[in-house]
């Protein structure tokens, strides 16, 4: 399956003709192509579907720094993607600074968001002059412990560890109190090929229900094609839900609600 033969089913509902790829030249091909991705990551989202569930364990961001290298005049940096909110030096909060020219005393810090680096004072090397426990970057501001990075696929975590221990979703990652992060998520899978057959149903009435107006400037058909989304979704829900062992499922009727 190709995505095409998604968008020409949709297109079909519609009683539309047929386009050859996404990217035509004509005018439904740029309407299906403008909404297509994100209909596709919505749908996926609506549901723990059994072919797009992954899991992963989670890098912290932030954490204990290793592996400093000297920038010179008693300045070291290490590589730290996030921005940290604040900078323990053996659990002594450190003083941040506004550049790295700035780190001379002790307990000084920088994070140079051009370089994505921690630049610290120390007289030592880091590694082996903090070790109790170390030089600590805090990423959550407050309210939780630690932060992880989320998989770059991930459109909606599950489960965080071996039950559903309290976390958040921010823009940083995934934030919790727990000391290790091992999610079970849904992923954003692109190939059609992989996705199952009540999934392709539903993705098709959406992507109908999505176009409909533009194509038909009719409301009450628009309004049809999302009832019959909805019950596309909600059967092929039932019968996804039915492989393996029952589970709880989250809320999705969020993701049926219209703006």
């Known amino acids: 399956m190709e995505e095409v033969d998604i968008a020409n089913a949709a297109l079909a509902l519609l009683s539309q003709n047929a386009i050859t790829a996404l990217t035509d030249e004509n005018a439904n091909a740029r309407k299906i192509n403008a909404v297509f991705d994100n209909v596709r990551d919505e749908v996926l989202a609506a549901h723990a579907w059994n072919f797009a569930v992954k899991r992963a364990n989670l890098t912290e961001l932030g954490g204990l720094i290793i592996g400093w290298t000297d920038n010179g005049s008693d300045v070291w940096y290490a590589t730290l993607a996030t921005e940290p909110a604040s900078v323990k030096f053996n659990y002594t909060v450190g003083t941040e600074v506004a550049s790295i020219i700035l780190c001379v005393a002790e307990n000084n810090w920088f994070w140079d968001t051009t370089t994505s680096r921690l630049y610290v004072y120390s007289t030592a090397d880091p590694d082996t002059e903090y070790t109790n426990p170390g030089i600590d970057a805090i990423i959550p501001e407050f309210d939780y412990d630690n932060a992880f990075e989320l998989p770059s696929d991930c459109l909606r975590v599950i489960k965080l560890n071996d039950s559903?221990?309290?976390?958040e979703v921010e823009n940083i990652g995934l934030v919790t109190n727990e000391v290790e992060a091992k999610i079970k998520y849904i992923a954003r899978i692109e190939d059609p090929d992989e996705f199952s057959v009540g999934f392709v149903q539903a993705f098709v009435a959406r992507l109908a229900a999505e176009i409909c107006f533009a194509i038909?400037?009719?409301a009450g058909l628009t309004q049809e094609r999302f009832?019959?989304?909805?019950?596309?979704l909600s059967r092929a829900k039932t019968t996804d839900s039915q492989e393996g062992?029952?589970?709880?499922r989250d809320d999705d009727t969020w993701l049926l609600e219209r703006l």
């Open 216 to 218: 038909s400037h009719d």
């Open 227 to 232: 009832a019959d989304f909805e019950r596309k």
């Open 245 to 248: 062992t029952p589970q709880v």
């Open 164 to 167: 559903y221990d309290n976390y």
